[in-house]
């Protein structure tokens, strides 16, 4: 069962958050469930790919909820688009705090995953919030690193820079009352793919495909300041201890993410799983690599995010 939910952003009280919530079945309000948060990619929205693993994981017996992000999808906030990662990582516990004030979801039974950008924004969540107690990730992207670096991974970080004037100036721009510039977070033609997983990435956002009114696939270019110089791993080394599944395609472009946040968490319990033929995108919407995905994530979930009462039990 999912319904669409709205709430006020902890962090941010003028924003109210559009989220969609599910429920497994013969959900009982006077029980008490762990809850799995679902962070979408940069440039969607939950009715795309975060809402599928919301819904599919619910069916595995957790309270799960999709939402919108600040200044995107049907969430509040302005100017339209902004891709602000460090709101994006806060906009994580802003869920948080939200579930910890529902009855029936046991605070600590939390977990959080994301898809693309959205895990790499989970993961920096978990690495300052251990409410959340268990981490997944599908198709991890640390988008600093992305945009810094290229999507191989090809790029030295110094030749970004020339990304972090062009915000400025964006910037500058914004101020002086011109229209907003952006930038794409996907390709916005066919044409601009360099390659077949990101002409996949167009097809996702601008095709029947996924399209939806309310991700048009691109950000603001203001966002370029504040993308430029983060990492969504930041000082994972020293506070990202709690269990971790990485979920990844084996010929994804973007596997480099996965095995870097691996690489970096002080973790003592962490995994790859790797889908053998998946690209980058296949994890999005690709049913078979969605359902083996979901395969792994779920009793994953299951076994970290063991019930709180009787761990406490067996403690004492």
């Known amino acids: 069962m999912a319904r669409q939910i709205s709430f006020q952003n902890s962090n941010n009280p003028t924003i109210t958050m559009s989220a969609v919530i599910n429920v497994p079945e013969g959900f009982d309000e006077k029980r008490s469930y762990p809850a799995i948060i679902v962070s979408h990619p940069g440039g969607g929205v939950k009715e795309q790919t975060a809402g599928t693993y919301a819904a599919e994981l619910a069916k595995a017996g957790f309270v799960t909820i999709a939402y919108d992000a600040s200044y995107q999808g049907e969430s509040g906030g302005e100017p ?3 891709e602000n990662p460090h709101i994006r990582t806060e906009d994580v516990s802003a869920v948080v705090d939200y579930l910890t004030t529902l009855p029936y979801v046991d605070n600590g039974r939390i977990g959080a995953m994301g898809i693309c950008a959205g895990a790499g924004y989970s993961a920096n969540a ?3 919030d251990h409410r ?5 990730t599908v198709s ?3 988008i600093g690193s ?3 670096n290229g999507w191989e991974n090809t790029v030295k970080d110094a030749d970004a820079l020339p990304y972090i004037e062009a915000g400025s100036n964006a910037r500058t721009a914004d101020a002086a009352g011109a229209a907003k510039a952006r930038m794409p977070l996907a390709p916005e033609k066919e044409s601009d793919a360099p390659n077949e997983e990101l002409r996949q990435a167009w097809e996702y956002y601008h095709t029947p495909r996924a399209e939806c009114p309310t991700a048009p696939g691109f950000a603001t270019a203001r966002s370029l300041n504040q993308i430029i110089t983060y990492d ?3 000082k994972a080394e020293a506070f990202l201890t709690q269990p971790i599944l990485a979920v990844a395609g084996s010929v994804a472009g973007s596997k480099w993410m996965s095995d870097d946040l691996l690489a970096r968490a002080a973790s003592k319990d962490k995994a790859m799983y790797v889908v053998e033929g998946a690209n980058h995108m296949d994890l999005y919407d ?3 690599f969605v359902a083996e995905a979901v395969s792994v994530l779920a009793p994953f979930f299951e076994s970290r995010l063991k019930d709180s009462a009787t761990t406490k039990q067996a403690a004492e």
């Open 126 to 128: 978990a690495l300052q």
């Open 132 to 136: 959340i107690k268990a981490l997944g």
């Open 232 to 234: 969504a791993y930041h």
């Open 80 to 82: 339209r688009q902004l």
């Open 140 to 142: 991890a992207v640390n």
């Open 286 to 288: 690709g049913k078979p």
């Open 146 to 148: 992305m945009f810094r």
